[in-house]
Every structure is written in C-alpha cells, then in structure tokens.
C-alpha cells in the first residue's frame, strides 16, 4: 500500500516541468511577436510595375463569338519590376494562344462598352499570369522550427489574441489588371471591331 502514494507523487511531479517549459514558449514567443510588432502600424508591401514600357505583341485579328464579326487589337502587357521578360518571350505562343482564347470566348457585345474592356483586360491578365506562373519553383517545405514557431505563435494568439492580428497590406493600385502578377496592366494598343 505504500507503493501507490509514491506513484501517484511521481506523476504530480512530472507535469511541472512540461507546464513550466509551456510558460517559456508562450513568454519567448510573445516576447518575438512584440518585437516584430514595432511601431504597431502594419507594413506595407509595395508592388511596382517594370520602369520599361513594353513592347506590343504581334497583331490580333480573331473571329468574336458573334457569326461574321472581327476583332483586330495590338495588345501590350506590362509586367512587375523584376520579372524576367525573357520568360514571356520562351512562353510566347502559349501566351498568344491564352489571348486568342480570351478573345474568341466574348461577344461584341460584351467588349463594346469601356466596362466590358476592363474585364476584357482583367481576364487577358488572369489568363496569362496563368501561363507564366506555371514554371515557378514548388515552394521549399517547411522547416520543423518553422512549424514550432506556429505553435508559439498560436499560443500567444489565445494569451493575446490582439499581439497577431495586424497583417501587412499590400498596395496596389485600382486601375491595374492584375494584383499578383507578373503582369499587372494590359494595354490595347489598337482595338477596332468589323
């Protein structure tokens, strides 16, 4: 009988130090995520368009969904400052080909109106954007300190739920076509219907 009181000590004991390391993590990482925090104002994350204007593609002249009406456009994409224009240009049929795509889908109705040539830019973008984003590298996986980190951070979120809960903001403008690149704006060079 005297056996089972020293058990039952030995396993009171042996939360003490998991609760006390739980207490250092959540302290170290609150104490991470203040730092972080600075001034308290979000950062912000500016996305810029390439300082060089771009160069037309070749001329579109497409059949619109319409029976016997065409569409003959100049189109220019404009690109984020960074990107690799040598990518568009390994890309170049495929990018053609997604435009094309895009073009012959719409009615004249539909591109008639300034309205219907910004979703018409919008989509020419998307549809793009679609084609060079597909070469990029897979994300690296993350690092298991990585993950630990997460942990304390979810822990401090429920000590502090305010000390993680400003986000940076990315600032783009409303008059672009895309918000994530690589183009950002599409240019109709020339536009004219038949």
């Known amino acids: ?41 979000p950062k912000e994350i500016v996305i810029k368009l390439s300082k060089v204007h771009p160069e037309p593609l070749k001329e579109f002249l ?14 220019a994409l404009h690109p984020m400052d960074g990107f690799d224009v040598k990518k568009m240009e390994e890309n170049g ?3 053609q080909d997604a435009i094309i795509g895009v073009l012959t889908s719409k009615s004249l109705e539909q591109i008639r109106t300034p ?10 973008a998307s549809a793009v954007n679609e084609i060079l984003s ?17 942990k304390v951070v979810e822990i401090v979120k429920k000590i502090e739920p305010e ?14 076509d895309s918000l994530d690149g690589p183009i950002l704006k599409v240019y109709f060079v020339s536009f004219a219907t038949q």
Do not use: Q
């Open 134 to 150: 597909e070469g990029k590298p897979e994300e690296p996986k993350p690092d298991p300190k990585e993950k630990s980190k997460e």
């Open 115 to 124: 309205t219907g040539k910004k979703l018409l830019k919008k989509e020419i």
């Open 62 to 75: 497409v059949n619109l969904r319409d029976n016997g009406v065409y569409l003959r456009t100049e189109i």
């Open 93 to 95: 049929p495929a990018v």
């Open 1 to 41: 009988m005297s056996e089972e009181p020293k058990e039952k000590v030995k396993k009171k004991g042996s939360k003490l130090p998991i609760i006390a390391a739980l207490v250092l993590v959540a302290a170290g990482g609150g104490f991470f995520v203040m730092k972080g925090k600075g001034d308290g104002k």
């Open 163 to 176: 000390a993680t809960k400003e986000k940076p903001k990315e600032r783009v403008p409303e008059d672009w």
